[in-house]
């Protein structure tokens, strides 16, 4: 087989084709290790990457070896938030340009345990801050569609080599839309899991760090719900738990008479760059030709007391993680504005505001609760720009409106984040210049079978990643 046929395969495709002996992972390595080397160079998705014979040594031994799971003999490019073993690991820090962890994290010794083979990290921003992929220690990641614009973030790495092709699926993770964001601007999917699915390490306040997840991405659903079976489950060290499901043979629904709900710019709270919304309209129609309903939802919850509370619990947790590297002047001097500007706020953060800040997301819970007893499903915009160019830290304002935080003009994700909801980018097609969007569909917490199959559905009928890949 043709290594430009077996990188064009989904990871379904090729578990099934390794499990049967029909593709060895000895050529699925020797085709993506070709396939990176013409394209990473270009984009920068994947970094620290072992040497290619020690990843072909570990390909052709799994050639031989019982099949451990539905990754075996897989490349995968772990996110470079995630502690992989012996794989430089610097959360696209300087303060850890050189290190090299000694063991997984639970999420890649998850991964590792089903078969997948390790061929490097893919690339974010420093600290996942921010949706834009450059760092101090590898760059910046280029958007194939364009490579003068971004690829957003963080898991903008991730999202740039699935489209790409230099990898079948990948991990990314979400608080503030990190892999919803590159999933939309990269044209391929990124689902984010109700809050515990994919559970965390035993490290930090993990009673309260309740906001970020992290979840598949890959350029089916079919791909991101199998990978989700592999992450998910229990880890019985942290709170919240949630049991996994058999996703990928949970796929199937019939859309007729299923009622989705369409909250566009959020009753003009945001601003929204032309041609957006009216993308996502045309994705509702999609929806619309299956026999769902769809109809426009009004604001369901003052903006204001949502971006209050995400942006006070936000920078509370920021300053207590990073406290102690802000403490040493020679570390702090190696972080970046964006960063410093968190761990500040948080410093600022009261016990009354902290309070207050929980009582307006527990309130925000109980109302999309109640949303859902009407809708099978809400829908918003992925991003409010388009994907800026890469020579910006982060745009600075949106219609003329100008922007007073490095991330208010992802005010569009906050909804779904802090109520830990799950959500998956749709891709819409392409704008006027030829680049992608998405649009989120979102359901009630614990729904994660039923978002993702409704995705299915959508992809049958559009299979934009597959239409429309970069020209790379």
């Known amino acids: 087989m043709k290594s430009t046929g077996i990188c064009e395969m989904t990871a379904s495709d090729l578990s099934r084709l ?29 970094v620290s990457m072992p040497d290619a014979d ?23 490019a772990v996110k470079d938030l995630v502690a992989v073993k012996g794989i430089r690991t610097t959360w696209g820090s300087p303060i850890f340009a050189g290190h090299v962890p000694v063991a997984d994290d639970l999420l890649a010794a998850r991964m ?35 490579l003068s614009r971004t690829a957003g973030g963080s898991s903008g790495g991730a999202a740039v080599a699935l489209a790409t092709r230099m990898v079948a699926v ?20 990124g689902f984010r899991p109700s809050y515990g699915l994919v559970p965390a390490d035993a490290v930090g306040a993990t009673f309260l760090a309740t906001m970020a997840t992290e979840g598949p991405m890959a350029r089916t659903v079919e791909d991101v719900a199998r990978l989700l079976e592999v992450q998910a489950g229990v880890n019985p060290e942290v709170p919240f738990g949630r049991a996994g499901e058999p996703f990928g043979d949970m796929l199937d629904i019939d859309m007729r008479g299923k009622r989705i709900g369409w909250l566009g710019d959020w ?25 769902a309903v769809v109809e426009p939802v009004a604001p369901p919850f003052p903006a204001e007391k949502l971006w209050f509370a995400w942006m006070t619990i936000r920078a509370m947790l920021n300053a207590g993680d990073k ?57 918003l915009p992925t991003a409010q720009v388009w994907p800026f160019s890469v020579e910006w830290r982060w745009p600075q304002a949106i219609n003329g409106v100008a922007m007073d935080t490095y991330h208010r003009w992802m005010e569009v994700m906050i909804p779904v984040g802090l109520a830990g909801l799950p959500a998956l980018n749709l891709p819409l097609g ?43």
């Open 18 to 46: 390794i499990a049967a002996g029909e593709v060895r992972p000895s050529e699925v390595m020797e085709a993506t290790l070709s396939r990176v080397a013409a394209v990473n160079g270009t984009v920068n998705a994947i």
């Open 54 to 76: 020690v990843l072909m040594e570990q390909a052709r031994a799994a050639d031989a070896a019982p099949r451990r799971g539905w990754l075996h003999g897989i490349p995968m």
């Open 112 to 146: 590792r345990a089903a078969g997948a083979i390790f061929i490097g990290k893919s690339n974010t921003p420093e600290w996942g801050h921010g949706s834009h992929s450059f760092n101090p220690v590898h760059g910046v990641t280029r958007n194939p569609y364009d």
């Open 170 to 189: 990948a991990d990314g993770s979400d608080m503030m839309g990190s892999l919803r964001n590159p999933a939309g601007w990269n044209n391929v999917y």
């Open 267 to 291: 009753g003009g709270a945001w601003q929204v760059e032309p041609g957006i919304l009216e993308l996502c309209e045309s994705g509702l129609r999609v929806f619309e030709g299956m026999g």
């Open 323 to 379: 406290q102690a590297m802000y403490a040493d002047p020679a570390k702090r001097a190696l972080i970046k504005p964006e960063s410093l500007w968190e761990i500040e706020q948080g410093t600022k953060v009261t016990a009354a505001d902290f309070h207050a800040a929980n009582v307006i997301r527990s309130r925000w819970y109980a109302r999309a609760a109640k949303l859902f007893a009407d809708y099978d499903a809400l829908v």
């Open 430 to 472: 392409f704008g006027t210049q030829g680049l992608p969007m998405g649009m989120q569909i979102f359901g009630a917490f614990g729904a994660d079978a039923r978002v993702l199959a409704m995705g299915q559905q959508y992809h049958l009928a559009t299979d934009w990643p597959g239409q429309r890949p970069p020209a790379l």
